[in-house]
């Protein structure tokens, strides 16, 4: 035992020294939070509007002074008809027109959006912003109350999605690079004829990530908390509980590569192409999985991050008990039994 701790910390102390890979475990974390919380939104803010009216009665007076006092939209103009505002749409001087009815106040209804839908995400999020401010005017006929993201700040959805994806990028990808620049190198089997048994050679390894992830998911849940003020509504406990699960998943994932890989390039593009571009697109991290096609919800199914990243917004966002993220954790605790017994049968294989 006292060699295997001796192994850890001389891995450890290696790692230290690599200021390249400190920054790359530390840097790139930061930096997409900073990235992803800040400078890439889907917030609705400042949406330029044209109202078109025939007559500016009390009640349609009031929705107008409601959207312009809102944070979301800013009036640009108003116009007598809808044909106007198009034209400013068009000329790219306005991204939304609202077109009142002449009975607006006496029937409370009679109300069209005209809506630049260059881009239909963010075309239905500033409809739906316009519609949730009109009719929640006092005597609206509609009242809309948002559950756990009141102020519908994107930064909810980002943080728990950049954590799954940072936490199995830099784990996966870091433990197999480590691994097979021993057999690069040549060193490999100098650790493996060591005193050490050879599987405890290749745990020691990986057990100085599993320290530096779990250092990175604290930095990430601090960032998350004091500088993006997303909320950590669940038990912190569960959260590092499921998230340590979720980075011996990874680490599995970067033992396994590295029984395949034979050199740190094809080990790095492994990482990156068989795990970067799942967890982006079919994790549900950018794009919701139940808006894919059926075939590809099937196969997000396979993507673990897709697991991690649901219990986190539950866990995080929500508020939940650990029994509301069961399923959940159930499928990572098989996924990660499941590639890491792969990934020691295989070098058991390779060994013998």
Same mark, same amino acid.
């Given at each position: 035992?006292?060699?295997?701790?001796?192994?850890?910390?001389?891995?450890?102390?290696?790692?230290?020294?690599?200021?390249? =890979?400190?920054?790359?475990?530390?840097?790139?974390?930061?930096?997409?939070?900073?990235?992803?919380?800040?400078?890439? =939104?889907?917030?609705?803010?400042?949406?330029?509007?044209?109202?078109?009216?025939?007559?500016?009665?009390?009640? @349609?007076?009031?929705?107008?002074?409601? $959207? &312009?006092?809102?944070?979301?939209?800013?009036?640009?103009?108003?116009? #007598?008809?809808?044909?106007?505002?198009?034209?400013?749409?068009?000329?790219?001087?306005?991204? +939304?027109?609202?077109?009142?009815?002449?009975?607006?106040?006496?029937?409370?209804?009679?109300?069209?959006?005209?809506?630049?839908?260059?881009?239909?995400?963010?075309?239905?999020?500033?409809?739906?912003? #316009?519609?949730?401010?009109?009719?929640?005017?006092?005597?609206?006929?509609?009242? @809309?109350? +948002?559950?756990?993201?009141?102020?519908?700040?994107?930064?909810?959805?980002?943080?728990?999605?950049?954590?799954?994806?940072?936490?199995?990028?830099?784990?996966?990808? +870091?433990?197999?690079? &480590?691994?097979?620049?021993?057999?690069?190198?040549? @060193?490999?089997?100098?650790?493996?004829?060591?005193?050490?048994?050879?599987?405890?050679?290749?745990? #020691?390894?990986?057990?100085?990530?599993?320290?530096?992830?779990?250092?990175?998911?604290?930095?990430?849940?601090?960032?998350?908390?004091?500088?993006?003020?997303?909320?950590?509504?669940? &038990?912190?406990?569960?959260?590092?509980?499921? &998230?340590?699960?979720?980075?011996?998943?990874?680490?599995? $994932?970067?033992?396994?590569?590295?029984?395949?890989?034979?050199?740190?390039?094809? #080990?790095? $593009?492994?990482?990156?192409?068989?795990?970067?571009?799942?967890?982006?697109?079919?994790?549900?991290?950018?794009?919701?999985?139940?808006?894919?096609?059926?075939?590809?919800?099937?196969?997000?199914?396979?993507?673990?991050?897709?697991?991690?990243?649901?219990?986190?917004?539950?866990?995080?966002?929500?508020?939940?008990?650990?029994?509301?993220?069961?399923?959940?954790? @159930?499928?990572?605790?098989?996924?990660?039994?499941?590639? $890491?017994?792969?990934?020691?049968?295989?070098?058991?294989?390779?060994?013998?």
């Amino acid at each position: 035992m006292k060699q295997f701790i001796s192994f850890v910390i001389k891995e450890g102390k290696h790692i230290l020294r690599d200021k390249r =890979t400190m920054l790359i475990l530390f840097g790139m974390p930061i930096a997409m939070m900073l990235i992803l919380g800040f400078a890439i =939104t889907t917030d609705v803010k400042n949406v330029r509007t044209v109202v078109v009216t025939s007559q500016m009665d009390h009640l @349609t007076q009031q929705a107008v002074e409601r $959207l &312009s006092q809102s944070e979301y939209f800013t009036i640009v103009k108003a116009v #007598a008809t809808p044909q106007e505002a198009e034209h400013i749409i068009r000329n790219q001087k306005a991204d +939304m027109a609202l077109v009142f009815a002449k009975d607006f106040a006496s029937k409370k209804s009679g109300l069209q959006f005209i809506v630049d839908g260059s881009d239909p995400n963010m075309a239905q999020q500033w409809t739906a912003y #316009a519609q949730s401010v009109i009719t929640n005017m006092q005597g609206g006929v509609v009242n @809309t109350k +948002m559950l756990y993201n009141p102020q519908m700040k994107s930064a909810y959805n980002f943080v728990p999605a950049v954590m799954g994806m940072i936490l199995m990028l830099i784990c996966a990808m +870091m433990t197999s690079i &480590s691994i097979v620049k021993e057999k690069e190198r040549g @060193t490999m089997e100098v650790l493996l004829v060591s005193p050490i048994r050879p599987l405890m050679v290749i745990i #020691a390894k990986a057990v100085p990530y599993l320290i530096l992830a779990f250092a990175i998911l604290i930095v990430i849940l601090l960032m998350a908390r004091y500088v993006l003020g997303v909320p950590l509504s669940g &038990s912190l406990f569960w959260i590092l509980a499921v &998230s340590t699960l979720y980075i011996l998943l990874a680490l599995s $994932l970067g033992l396994l590569i590295s029984n395949i890989a034979k050199s740190q390039l094809v #080990a790095l $593009l492994a990482s990156a192409l068989l795990l970067l571009m799942p967890v982006v697109m079919l994790s549900g991290m950018m794009f919701p999985v139940e808006s894919m096609p059926t075939v590809l919800q099937w196969l997000s199914a396979i993507i673990p991050p897709k697991y991690y990243i649901e219990a986190m917004r539950k866990l995080m966002i929500m508020g939940v008990g650990i029994g509301e993220v069961m399923k959940e954790v @159930t499928v990572l605790i098989a996924m990660t039994v499941f590639f $890491l017994t792969i990934a020691l049968v295989k070098f058991k294989t390779r060994l013998e």
